[in-house]
């Protein structure tokens, strides 16, 4: 299928999703006409995001079939789009051809220079700092991110793209649907695998058909599950802080709110906290050194990576208490955030909104250890329901059943159904020296909360 010069009408449905907002993006900048639906449109919320895209050129249709007419080419769907879906059901109707997001990013991907990033943690990120550094470096890529790139967010964009001339790409990767066995790299990265979705001996088999369809390998060696998998005779840089690792940080100092280190005899500073991101930045070195980018012009940019929204985003201080938005959702993020932010802070007020409720059961185990390791007897868990986002889910798990067995196991858990709840304790029990971290996945409107907490905490005047 040719997308690059017969100019298409492409409708998306699920437009306000991390991998579809950016890829309607990247059609626009092609040339094609891009009209959309979300059932959060209809909803009213997230209505930042597209008031950009309406703004950029996109239309914007209710989720009830009206947006797809004859007009349309092609109907583009995600994986999280169900069969009764109204659009689907009229596009089925008229033959209009239907295709996966991620089939048609591999298409314009695979015909590019391209590096995709994967893993079960980071990819994100590494995606945003890998895109700064070919940016920096005159490479002007074109790059599709699931998050919010703050040194491309603007008023009139999201920051979820860069548009580039050139023919390099940098996207990231997704395992979470299966659609990662679909990009043929010629820079392979994989940052960790770990439970996260799917069963992991199903992660092994996506991750290893990526790494084979991979021309050149970027692999982290410091990820227990990676450092026992046999890479097959390809070209391969492997990253991390152990000795072995051929992009190696050392001379590491942790800051407040970033690091510094050095790689190569060369210094780098990160104005992003935590170990993790430090990883973050070697992965995203070692994709850019296969393009031949110097160490130096890599420290160079990642001193001006501002990250990336909802990961480790602080979203303000009011008397000494901080409030930070993060993304975290499966076992390892939540470590890695927890770990980070008690660093700084007397106690740690997690609010943590589980994502789905198949997620949720299906992590429910290792949601429970983590927190039961990572919660301190000074802290506190406060936890709403489970976010339901539509769809024909089996609710046979609740926050509240999380709630009962960690309290059992002696974790300070609440279980607080209304975010108003939330907010009464928040008010009564922070002090200065605490920190206020919000996490869960794919729900911009707990951004909206940490802005109302800090609000809050503002006008009472803790101090």
Not at 439 to 461: K, P, Q, V, Y
Request: proline content about 4%.
């Amino acid at each position: 299928m040719e997308t690059s010069r017969k100019v298409l009408n492409y409708h998306l449905v699920g437009l306000g999703g991390s991998g579809m907002s950016p890829l309607a993006q990247v059609l626009l900048a092609r040339g094609h006409r891009v009209s959309g639906s979300d059932r959060n449109l209809d909803r009213g919320t997230n209505h930042p995001l597209f008031q950009k895209l309406s703004r950029l050129g996109i239309t914007c249709f209710p989720q009830d079939g009206s947006g797809v007419t004859e007009a349309i080419s092609m109907v583009v769907i995600s994986s999280a789009i169900e069969e009764d879906n109204p659009d689907m059901q009229k596009a089925r109707g008229m033959g209009i051809p239907i295709i996966q997001r991620a089939s048609l990013l591999s298409i314009l991907f695979n015909e590019r220079n391209g590096t995709a990033i994967a893993g079960t943690n980071g990819k994100t990120t590494v995606t945003g700092m890998a895109t700064l550094i070919m940016d920096r470096a005159g490479l002007d890529p074109t790059a599709v991110v699931g998050g919010y790139m703050k040194n491309y967010a603007s008023e009139s964009r999201p920051g979820n793209v860069r548009i580039g001339r050139s023919d390099v790409m940098c996207i990231e990767a997704d395992e979470s649907d299966g659609t990662l066995a679909y990009y043929r790299p010629k820079v392979g990265v994989v940052t960790s695998i770990s439970k996260d979705h799917k069963p992991l001996e199903a992660l092994m088999g996506l991750f290893l058909i990526f790494i084979q369809n991979s021309a050149r390998l970027v692999i982290n060696v410091d990820c227990p599950v990676l450092s026992k998998v046999k890479l097959p005779p390809k070209e391969t840089l492997t990253y991390g802080l152990q000795e072995k690792a051929q992009i190696r940080a050392t001379d590491i100092v942790y800051k407040t709110w970033g690091s510094c280190f050095r790689v190569g005899g060369v210094n780098f500073e990160l104005k992003v906290p935590g170990r993790h991101n430090i990883l973050n930045a070697l992965a995203a070195v070692a994709a850019c050194s296969m393009g031949s980018v110097t160490l130096e012009k890599a420290a160079e940019a990642l001193g001006e990576f501002q990250g990336i929204g909802r990961r480790l985003d602080l979203v303000g201080e009011t008397h000494g208490i901080k409030v930070i938005d993060d993304f975290a959702h499966n076992p390892d993020k939540i470590q890695a955030a927890l770990e980070t932010v008690k660093q700084g802070s007397r106690r740690v007020f997690v609010v943590y909104q589980p994502h789905g409720f198949g997620p949720t059961k299906f992590m429910k185990e290792e949601l429970i250890e983590v927190f039961s390791r990572a919660i301190s007897k000074e802290d506190a868990l406060l936890m709403p329901e489970i976010l339901y986002l539509g769809g024909t889910a089996r609710k046979d798990i609740s926050s509240q059943m999380l709630v009962q067995e960690l309290v059992a196991r002696g974790v300070n858990a609440h279980y607080l159904p209304e975010r108003s709840h939330i907010l009464g304790l928040l008010m009564a029990e922070v002090r200065p020296g605490d920190t206020v971290l919000v996490m869960g996945a794919r729900d911009d409107t707990l951004t909206d909360f940490c802005h109302e907490i800090l609000t809050s905490l503002h006008r009472n005047g803790h101090n």
